[in-house]
């Protein structure tokens, strides 16, 4: 069974920098694409960014497009998200997801994804 568990969460400034970890565990972390999703109060889950198996196809949600990368680095078994230039918007849980699927399979859709993460919070301060 795979296991998710983020960090990194914690508060920021407005125009400030994060950076949100998940450490994977379970499985072969190689065969499986990652992505972020996040969750405001009273918000739909959104989908925040997805990084494919082979790292080489990234894709980023509307809102955070230019300012989150997505990476990840096979040999810890772990994916990251960057975020630049926060925002008092971007205040959410962050969920960090795993994702079956072909070398350069990505999905922005929250019901792909196979296995799901605790959450970490992040807050924004202006």
């Known amino acids: 069974q795979v296991q998710l568990v983020e960090s990194g969460g914690g508060l920021g400034q407005a125009g400030g920098s994060l950076r949100l970890s998940c450490a994977f565990s379970g499985r072969t972390f190689s065969e499986y694409g990652m992505g972020w999703f996040r969750r405001a109060p009273g918000k739909e889950r959104e989908f925040v960014a997805v990084i494919s198996r082979s790292a080489t196809r990234t894709l980023y949600g509307e809102s955070v497009k230019g300012r989150f990368t997505i990476s990840r680095d096979n040999a810890k078994n772990t994916v990251y998200l960057q975020m630049n230039g926060l925002k008092s918007e971007d205040a959410a849980v962050y969920y960090c997801?795993?994702?079956?699927?072909?070398?350069?399979?990505?999905?922005?859709?929250?019901?792909?994804?196979?296995?799901w993460g605790q959450g970490t919070h992040v807050t924004v301060s202006s």
């Open positions: 997801a795993a994702l079956t699927g072909n070398y350069w399979y990505t999905s922005t859709e929250a019901e792909k994804y196979d296995f």
